[in-house]
């Protein structure tokens, strides 16, 4: 075994503490970790397409590539491969790029790829036009990949990734996967989604009631009365949740639900934990106001946003990062979790906290907020 891996490997168990990944000459642009190793894996932020020096490839398959050397980049660091690589989130402001996305992308993990989720957004931060966040497992004997029966996936994705003691799923959408269509009824794509994600978590030994977190992201044209029942009748209230309107998602479709299963979760107020990782629902508001109930959410569970891994950061308007940044910095110690940052849309209200009654003014940036985080082993 390579020392440096040997190193990381002691690190990630012999301590609580996260353990910060830093590529030579990267500067994040936001107060973030590129990665953070903890429990075994290896945490990469959300990565843009811009180079080293801030520079932006001319073209859309350099763009595409570029993101993905910046995720390379991080994942070597670790003393790891691309084989390593459990789960990704893909974004990008335009879906019309979503095949020229996979083209590129598949040259990277030609084979058993991580399971993924993939949207288009609004906007993101330095305006790139992807950004890719991944999670990847340190000991790669532990990666068992976890496929539809009789199924051929149509993109370079594995339909769940199985580690240990939870499973990744890639993203399922609202869409016949034989025909191709896309129901207009929210009811029947939520059928559909839960049905897939049914048969995925039986060859892992799991049934729906295991989901731990989920990320629901919607399409403008998903009617949000009929997604909020949808939810309701087929989604297990143990799950963690998160809820992001999108500008699109592949296919056409209007519903894409994506997550972390585990036989182990157990619930604790608005947190899940597997192990010593707590997977938190996202709050929403001001950015303070979503902090701070985060603050509460893993205070009352042993926990800390100092011990926080990774958060994803939905702002209402891209043009606000700096302003949020300034306030985000002082929710976090030394070592800042991982970040993926987007706009997804734009300012959706029915998405979004109004202020606490009794609560001092607060005009900081709106945004949602999820985090995980883990536990000091009692």
């Not at 459990?86 to 335009?94: K, L, R």
């Not at 604790?268 to 109930?293: D, F, K, P």
């Not at 900081?364 to 985080?373: L, T």
């Amino acid at each position: 075994m390579p020392a440096l891996l040997a190193f990381l490997l002691f690190c990630a168990t012999a301590a609580a503490a996260p353990k910060p990944v830093f590529p030579p000459g990267v500067k994040p642009v936001g107060p973030y970790s590129p990665g953070i190793i903890e429990g075994g894996l290896l945490y990469v932020s959300g990565q843009g397409a811009r180079d080293a020096k801030g520079q932006l490839p001319g073209t859309i398959d350099d763009q595409i590539r570029q993101t993905l050397e910046n995720v390379k980049a991080v994942v070597e660091t670790a003393g790891l491969t691309m084989q390593h690589v459990v789960y990704a989130q893909a974004y990008m402001t335009d879906i019309k790029n979503y095949e020229a996305f996979n083209r590129t992308y598949a040259k990277y993990f030609p084979k058993d790829p991580p399971a993924r989720s993939t949207i288009a957004v609004s906007r993101m931060p330095t305006d790139t036009p992807f950004e890719i966040s991944a999670v990847a497992v340190v000991d790669l004997g532990k990666k068992k990949v976890i496929n539809y029966p009789g199924r051929t996936m149509p993109v370079p994705v594995s339909p769940a990734v199985l580690i240990g003691d939870r499973v990744y799923l890639t993203g399922s959408l609202g869409r016949d996967f034989n025909t191709g269509a896309v129901p207009k009824d929210a009811d029947a794509q939520i059928k559909i989604i839960m049905n897939s994600a049914s048969t995925v978590l039986k060859q892992a030994g799991l049934e729906l009631r295991h989901l731990a977190y989920a990320t629901i992201y919607v399409s403008p044209a998903m009617p949000m009365p009929a997604l909020a029942k949808a939810i309701d009748d087929y989604l297990p209230s143990e799950a963690a949740k998160a809820i992001v309107q999108t500008a699109a998602l592949p296919f056409g479709a209007q519903i894409q639900i994506t997550g972390v299963a585990s036989r182990d979760l157990k619930r604790h107020g608005n947190c899940n934990s597997v192990g010593e990782t707590m997977y938190c629902s996202a709050r929403a508001g001001t950015i303070r106001q979503a902090l701070e109930a985060l603050k509460q959410d893993l205070l009352v569970n042993g926990s800390s946003l100092e011990q926080a891994i990774a958060t994803n950061v939905y702002v209402d308007d891209i043009g606000e990062f700096a302003a949020m940044n300034s306030i985000y910095a002082t929710y976090f110690g030394k070592v800042p979790p991982t970040r993926t940052t987007i706009q997804p849309w734009k300012r959706v209200a029915e998405l979004s906290l109004p202020p606490a009654t009794g609560a001092p003014e607060d005009d900081s940036p709106r945004a949602q907020v999820s985090v995980i985080a883990v536990r000091q082993p009692k």
